[in-house]
């Protein structure tokens, strides 16, 4: 996947530190792709046709105390997109700042549901709503394994509204194999308080997972709750399909629930993918008989 291997850097540190040498390494790789994408007729969308690209530098090296660290930056068509610097400490687990990448807490798993495209509520819902995640700028990021469970931790400082966010996620994986539940909670500023719950189970090339969302605000009319179930299935080791749904309850605030679906196809010819996707929403932010679609073709080549 990477024509441009591990770039090396050895660098000395010369006059800041005697005859000691800094070895690490650095990976780049990229992608291109063209899409064709058909909104509803209700909806001026101009040319159906575009393109994107982005590059990714992953980089890497150890510390005296064995301990390793990896950094991340990945560059999009707005030039910048995510960046992530983690410390691994061993059985102590992870520790790091992210901006942007949703590397823990509830922005890792804020939809849990499999895909081989996009989430079903993915451009037809511009507010995300039900989704229970807060700011990832500048996130502390902590992400934890002992035995079965696992534990990832965010904290944003002075993040939404001039407000702290945070959240936390535990997972447990030794029940059965294949089988994961997860819960988490949080909080987006000070007025929002955030949970989660879900289960995910694979089994040879199906994965099927339910995951349930509440975002109760300081007022009634703030309140989301939303339920979203999908599956995925690798037809080969080329070819993949999902299905999802996902539905959220505004509460007394709404008479109608948004209700979102979606089916998705992704077949992969070594470094080239060719992805479909048909997502529908139906009451969009829960207002009756405002309904959203759209069918997307993409074709994405990796270097």
């Given at each position: 996947?990477?024509?441009?291997?591990?770039?090396?850097?050895?660098?000395?540190?010369?006059?800041?530190?005697?005859?000691?040498?800094?070895?690490?390494?650095?990976?780049?790789?990229?992608?291109?792709?063209m899409t064709y994408k058909s909104?509803?007729?209700?909806?001026?969308?101009?040319?159906?046709?575009?393109?994107?690209?982005?590059?990714?530098?992953?980089?890497?090296?150890?510390?005296?105390?064995?301990?390793?660290?990896?950094?991340?930056?990945?560059?999009?068509?707005?030039?910048?997109?995510?960046?992530?610097?983690?410390?691994?400490?061993?059985?102590?687990?992870?520790?790091?700042?992210?901006?942007?990448?949703?590397?823990?807490?509830?922005?890792?798993?804020?939809?849990?549901?499999?895909?081989?495209?996009?989430?079903?509520?993915?451009?037809?819902?511009?507010?995300?709503?039900?989704?229970?995640?807060?700011?990832?700028?500048?996130?502390?990021?902590?992400?934890?394994?002992?035995?079965?469970?696992?534990?990832?931790?965010?904290?944003?400082?002075?993040?939404?509204?001039?407000?702290?966010?945070?959240?936390?996620?535990?997972?447990?994986?030794?029940?059965?194999?294949?089988?994961?539940?997860?819960?988490?909670?949080?909080?987006?500023?000070?007025?929002?308080?955030?949970?989660?719950?879900?289960?995910?189970?694979?089994?040879?090339?199906?994965?099927?997972?339910?995951?349930?969302?509440?975002?109760?605000?300081?007022?009634?009319?703030?309140?989301?709750?939303?339920?979203?179930?999908?599956?995925?299935?690798?037809?080969n080791e080329n070819l993949s399909?999902?299905?999802?749904?996902?539905?959220?309850?505004?509460?007394?605030?709404?008479?109608?629930?948004?209700?979102?679906?979606?089916?998705?196809?992704?077949?992969?010819?070594?470094?080239?993918?060719?992805?479909?996707?048909?997502?529908?929403?139906?009451?969009?932010?829960?207002?009756?008989?405002?309904?959203?679609?759209?069918?997307?073709?993409?074709?994405?080549?990796?270097?």
């Amino acid at each position: 996947m990477n024509n441009l291997k591990k770039l090396g850097l050895t660098a000395l540190a010369g006059s800041l530190v005697t005859s000691t040498a800094y070895a690490g390494a650095l990976d780049v790789s990229g992608s291109a792709k063209m899409t064709y994408k058909s909104q509803d007729d209700t909806e001026v969308t101009g040319n159906s046709f575009s393109t994107s690209k982005g590059i990714t530098f992953s980089g890497s090296g150890d510390l005296d105390n064995g301990m390793t660290m990896s950094y991340t930056y990945t560059m999009t068509d707005a030039a910048f997109s995510s960046t992530s610097v983690m410390i691994d400490m061993g059985d102590m687990g992870s520790l790091g700042i992210g901006n942007s990448a949703g590397t823990a807490g509830l922005p890792a798993f804020d939809s849990i549901i499999p895909t081989a495209g996009e989430e079903v509520w993915d451009d037809t819902d511009t507010d995300d709503n039900g989704i229970a995640t807060h700011s990832k700028v500048n996130s502390i990021d902590y992400i934890g394994s002992f035995g079965g469970f696992g534990l990832s931790a965010a904290y944003v400082n002075d993040g939404s509204g001039s407000s702290s966010d945070g959240s936390f996620v535990v997972t447990y994986d030794g029940l059965m194999d294949g089988l994961q539940l997860g819960y988490g909670q949080g909080e987006d500023s000070v007025d929002l308080d955030l949970e989660t719950i879900f289960v995910k189970y694979t089994v040879g090339g199906i994965t099927a997972a339910f995951q349930r969302s509440d975002l109760n605000g300081a007022g009634v009319s703030s309140d989301e709750e939303s339920d979203a179930m999908g599956f995925s299935f690798a037809v080969n080791e080329n070819l993949s399909i999902s299905y999802g749904v996902h539905d959220v309850d505004f509460g007394p605030a709404s008479k109608a629930d948004e209700e979102s679906s979606g089916i998705s196809a992704s077949y992969t010819m070594g470094s080239m993918t060719i992805t479909g996707i048909s997502n529908s929403t139906d009451n969009v932010a829960g207002t009756d008989a405002s309904n959203d679609s759209y069918r997307e073709v993409t074709v994405a080549f990796a270097f």
